[in-house]
């Protein structure tokens, strides 16, 4: 009974262990079967922007959306009334996974973002190339 118990609090703490250090991220699953590039992969609607602590929600007739794909392009398109504007270009992880770079098409600079949260349907990422830098809440 007692190798059972101590079997038992074992396994607790194992389990406890190898879910709080998956996550590279400060918010987020702490735990999941996809991979990274997976949860990036797909189109997604940035939902809110955060400045100074600021949360602003995206107003009716206005769109930011972005859509990342498995080879490591992107499309970004913004809509406001009838007016679009659209980016294309690649991206990637940096070698620790934890920004996101993004350099449109013809460009020489590269985008920096911060990696907040990456779940399978929600993703926030910071601009780091800026001192008054803003917070995108995606959605799929």
Do not use: H
Not at 48 to 73: Q, R, Y
Not at 87 to 94: L, P, Y
Request: with cysteine; charged share 25%.
């Amino acid at each position: 009974m007692k190798k059972l118990f101590i079997l038992g609090v074992a396994a607790m703490l194992a389990t406890g262990v190898a879910t709080t250090s998956c996550s590279k991220y400060d918010e987020g699953s702490k735990f999941t079967i996809l991979t990274k590039k997976a949860r990036v992969d797909g189109d997604w609607t940035v939902e809110s922007t955060e400045n100074n602590g600021t949360i602003t929600a995206i107003p009716s007739g206005e769109s930011m959306k972005m859509s990342f794909k498995k080879d490591n392009t992107y499309t970004s398109t913004y809509s406001f009334g009838s007016l679009s504007s659209t980016e294309t270009g690649k991206w990637q992880f940096s070698s620790d996974k934890k920004n996101l770079m993004m350099t449109a098409n013809g460009s020489s600079t590269t985008d920096q973002y911060i990696i907040i949260e990456l779940k399978s349907k929600e993703m926030k990422i910071k601009e780091s190339t800026t001192s008054n830098p803003t917070t995108y809440k995606l959605v799929q």
